[in-house]
């Protein structure tokens, strides 16, 4: 799943859902559009069944933070 681009997104919160109850199995890899990090790295993994995490944008480090 590619995140938008900040510019995109100012203000808001995204939530990611392993609606499947499979990201054990089948991992759910989430990437920012764009040279942007998601808590200091490139992507971020869900890897645990019915796992969710909500992204939002801090323009303070010019990154993704999860919630």
């Given amino acids: 799943i590619t995140l938008p681009a900040a510019a995109e997104v100012k203000g808001r919160v995204g939530v990611i859902n392993d ?3 499979a990201a054990a199995t089948n991992n759910i890899t989430v990437d920012p559009a764009g040279s942007t990090n998601i808590n200091d790295s490139a992507t971020y993994v869900l890897n645990t069944n019915s796992e969710s995490v ?3 944008y801090s323009d ?3 990154q993704w933070h999860t919630v």
Avoid: V, W
Wanted: charged share 20%.
């Fill in 19 to 21: 609606e499947s109850n």
């Fill in 54 to 56: 909500g992204f939002y």
């Fill in 60 to 62: 303070n480090d010019s």
